[in-house]
């Protein structure tokens, strides 16, 4: 397909590259000539110039183009892209941070003026965070092949009855599969002779929300203590996702405390606020922390806008053995090295991005893929075709380069966790984890060509 993207920071290029590896053709927009010099390493065209002006979305080829995304970090200019690139005939997308525009994450009431669909970084956050907080074993989790699979990132835990165990001995509820294992820095697609260690990030996949509970109790305990529904959270930093994330945790019935240093963000967070507490004052205070109860929190999140600051407070919460703690993060290298030293979950705003556009891009079914840790490691959906060397094969069969797992089949309308014992047929679409570098290699192995239909 032919997409045009408008904005070359840190989620259009990484947008670009996503679809780029898997044969769409891209063109990116970008006003700043510097930005232009610095990404000349995309394979996409590239072209120096303003997103939001008819005549340059027109020489990007518009009126033969399927998909206009406006990523960049002008909201306007991502709006009125949209609009003229709708009137050229292409589909579109529009990233839009301020709030006075948009009031939920993914929105397409802007549709009958031309963008199609409007996605809200600091909502799409907020959303994420508080999906996650409430159930204490989970660090992360994302659905994909149209919510039929769902990926989950859990942390192993003291008393773990898969700790110190091969997978090939553990025993994992049907439906369930370990697809990746973050540790430390490191990312590792496992065998069956792969010792699962405590404090690892396990990304699993299952085939209904049901296996939630069994993810809970194959976790352990956090610190020596029986998990327990979170019932109270403390936010340091009163900004817009803070509020939107208190807002959600309210209708779940948590009790939220929240902490911030300038008094007019104080006003205005509790005349949006119902039952959270807010309290004014400086989020490093060691003696504030400890007196408004951070010790006995379930949770502790870190939103200010500083993400030093944000980095110290999830730090000093890990002292007190909060059972789980994360940190807003506004610069996206530093999430691994967050969740090396103990966060569990750090909050990058531009990978979050970059993931809720992913997703939206594969309910227009462009591409079927999540990225996690980074970018790094790559989960994909692809066609098994009639001339693929793996159809008719078993799994344990088919010669997959190391560091490549299959780890769902859909066929007929039907979702299997397979083992290596089940066949992959032609028609199947499997989901593939793999590394970003080995993506298109996989993809020719079961289509003959890069990209993915």
Excluded at 276 to 300: C, F, H, Q, S, Y
Aim: proline fraction near 3%; charged fraction near 30%.
């Amino acid at each position: 397909m032919n997409i045009i993207i408008s904005g070359a920071g840190e989620v259009g290029c990484s947008i670009a590259e996503t679809l780029s590896r898997v044969g769409h053709e891209i063109t990116v927009i970008e006003p700043d000539s510097t930005v232009v010099d610095n990404c000349r390493g995309l394979d996409s065209r590239l072209i120096c110039g303003n997103g939001a002006k008819a005549e340059i979305i027109e020489s990007a080829g518009a009126r033969d183009a399927d998909f206009y995304f406006g990523l960049s970090a002008d909201d306007e200019a991502n709006m009125l892209g949209c609009v003229i690139a709708k009137s050229m005939g292409c589909t579109t997308l529009a990233r839009i941070n301020s709030l006075k525009y948009i009031s939920e994450p993914v929105s397409k009431k802007f549709a009958p003026i031309g963008i199609d669909i409007a996605i809200s970084p600091k909502l799409v956050v907020a959303d994420k965070i508080a999906k996650i907080i409430v159930i204490p074993a989970l660090v992360n989790r994302t659905s994909m092949a149209k919510g039929k699979m769902m990926l989950v990132e859990a942390k192993v835990h003291t008393g773990s009855q898969i700790c110190h165990n091969a997978i090939l001995n553990t025993k994992l509820p049907k439906g369930l599969m370990i697809g990746a294992i973050f540790r430390g820095a490191h990312v590792i697609i496992p065998d069956g002779k792969t010792i699962i260690r405590k404090d690892d990030h396990l990304v699993m996949v299952i085939d209904s929300p049901d296996k939630m509970k069994n993810i809970e109790r194959l976790m352990g305990e956090v610190h020596g203590k029986k998990r327990k529904r979170i019932e109270r959270v403390m936010i340091v930093g009163a900004n817009d996702m803070a509020v939107h994330l208190a807002k959600l945790l309210e209708e779940k019935d948590v009790r939220v405390t929240m902490i911030e240093k300038r008094k007019d963000k104080c006003l205005k967070a509790a005349g949006k606020l119902k039952k959270t507490v807010v309290i004014e004052g400086e989020p490093t205070d060691k003696k504030l922390l400890l007196e408004e109860g951070m010790e006995n929190m379930d949770a502790v999140v870190a939103m200010t806008r500083s993400e030093e600051f944000n980095i110290l407070i999830a730090l000093f919460a890990k002292i007190y053995e909060i059972p789980k703690v994360m940190s807003l993060l506004y610069r996206t290298s530093l999430k691994p090295m967050m969740e090396t030293v103990g966060i569990d979950f750090a909050a990058s705003v531009k990978h979050l991005t970059i993931e809720a556009v992913l997703k939206e891009i594969e309910q227009l079914d462009i591409l079927r893929t999540v990225t996690l840790h980074g970018g790094e490691l790559m989960v994909f959906e692809t066609k098994v075709a009639k001339r693929s060397r793996a159809s008719g094969k078993k799994i344990k069969d088919i010669r997959l380069p190391r560091g490549v797992l299959i780890v769902g089949i859909f066929r007929k309308g039907k979702t299997l966790i397979p083992g290596g014992d089940d066949q992959v047929l032609k028609g199947d679409r499997v989901i593939i984890f793999c590394f970003q570098e080995m993506m298109e290699q996989i993809n020719r192995l079961f289509r003959g060509k890069g990209l993915i239909l």
